[in-house]
């Protein structure tokens, strides 16, 4: 259900920006509807875009006109960048033209399509799960900025999810919040760990228990809007000082929670150059599939900026480590 964002608009004067604003469900997600951004983005603009997103956790931005380099310029805005020189240093090759871009599509440095049945589909199974970015490297993402350059005919799939969790936190009972910060639980996040699940058979011969991951407090606050929030991700291959048994079980609990229908809202992606704007310190997301996935290219790019809070790096060293590389 859609409703008109009432309470934005008179705390950011919308209207003058963009009038078609609306909530994507009721206090989470907002779409801003068409905004031209081709010619840079004003104070007063970003201002209320991080407002928003601070708010909301996603923002939505329709027909933005952004290039690559606008899109890197815009992003960093927010803060230092990601890049995947990291990746690239151990042999993966970038199709893209820029380091700051993560290219997230389905298209081959030859401009094919990816054959479903290659290992770089098998590996990007996992984005099929609820997740949150770089929580397994030592510095995890705090915004993402995904950007279309191409996309498939309507129809076909190739939507985004997302879901709440700070309001998943609000709406557990008070004995199983007081439980859980009594506990002060530490997740370890491991992107093998996710990618083995999805795809069993293809990292059969992968323990994710063999490489290092990123340990973050389960429950934390979510420091920009001073709301609690469960720091959740498949990601997460155990919690500290519980057992297999416990671990899983208290995993599987609070995941189940986060994941009902009420705290999800999904993204269709509708025209080239929409922008989705993402805080992963306070929300999960899923790529949704489709009969796309053989037969159209779809040409998707993120710029992902490092999160700059006092719980960025978590409990892990200080490093330039990225999980599962040489």
């Given at each position: 259900m859609s409703v008109t964002a009432t309470s934005v608009v008179e705390a950011t004067n919308l209207p003058s920006l963009c009038p078609q604003v609306r909530e994507l469900i009721p206090g989470f997600g907002v779409d801003l509807g068409a905004w031209d951004l081709s010619n840079g983005v004003t104070d007063k603009q970003f201002s209320t875009i991080q407002e928003l997103a601070i708010k909301f956790g996603v923002v939505v931005i329709r027909k933005t006109g952004l290039t690559d380099e606008t899109h890197i310029e815009f992003a960093r805005r927010f803060g230092e960048l990601d890049d995947v020189r990291p990746y690239v240093k151990a042999g993966r090759k970038n199709r893209l033209k820029y380091d700051e871009l993560f290219d997230v599509g389905n298209v081959e440095l030859d401009g094919s399509i990816v054959n479903p049945l290659s290992p770089r589909a098998q590996a990007n199974?996992?984005?099929?799960?609820?997740?949150?970015?770089?929580?397994?490297?030592?510095?995890?993402?705090?915004?993402?900025?995904?950007?279309?350059?191409?996309?498939?005919?309507?129809?076909?799939?190739?939507?985004?999810?997302?879901?709440?969790?700070?309001?998943?936190?609000?709406?557990?009972?008070?004995?199983?919040?007081?439980?859980?910060?009594?506990?002060?639980?530490?997740?370890?996040?491991?992107?093998?760990?996710?990618?083995?699940?999805?795809?069993?058979?293809?990292?059969?011969?992968?323990?994710?228990?063999?490489?290092?991951?990123?340990?973050?407090?389960?429950?934390?606050?979510?420091?920009?809007?001073?709301?609690?929030?469960?720091?959740?991700?498949?990601?997460?291959?155990?919690?500290?000082?519980?057992?297999?048994?416990?671990?899983?079980?208290?995993?599987?609990?609070?995941?189940?929670?986060?994941?009902?229908?009420?705290?999800?809202?999904?993204?269709?992606?509708?025209?080239?150059?929409?922008?989705?704007?993402?805080?992963?310190?306070?929300?999960?997301?899923?790529?949704?599939?489709?009969?796309?996935?053989?037969?159209?290219?779809?040409?998707?790019?993120?710029?992902?900026?490092?999160?700059?809070?006092?719980?960025?790096?978590?409990?892990n060293e200080h490093s330039d480590l990225r999980q599962g590389l040489p």
């Open positions: 199974r996992g984005n099929s799960y609820f997740h949150v970015d770089s929580s397994f490297n030592p510095r995890r993402a705090g915004y993402s900025l995904l950007l279309a350059h191409e996309l498939p005919p309507p129809g076909t799939g190739g939507s985004t999810e997302f879901c709440d969790t700070r309001t998943a936190w609000d709406d557990l009972n008070k004995t199983t919040k007081q439980e859980l910060l009594g506990a002060d639980y530490v997740a370890c996040h491991s992107i093998l760990h996710s990618k083995k699940l999805a795809a069993p058979e293809h990292f059969a011969d992968i323990d994710p228990a063999d490489y290092p991951m990123g340990r973050h407090k389960l429950i934390q606050k979510h420091e920009r809007s001073g709301r609690m929030n469960m720091y959740l991700a498949t990601h997460i291959h155990h919690i500290e000082e519980l057992s297999s048994e416990e671990s899983k079980s208290l995993y599987d609990q609070l995941f189940r929670h986060a994941t009902q229908p009420k705290y999800r809202t999904i993204v269709e992606w509708q025209n080239v150059g929409d922008l989705v704007i993402w805080d992963n310190t306070c929300t999960m997301h899923r790529a949704m599939g489709g009969e796309f996935a053989a037969k159209y290219r779809r040409d998707m790019r993120r710029a992902t900026v490092h999160d700059d809070s006092s719980q960025a790096w978590g409990l």
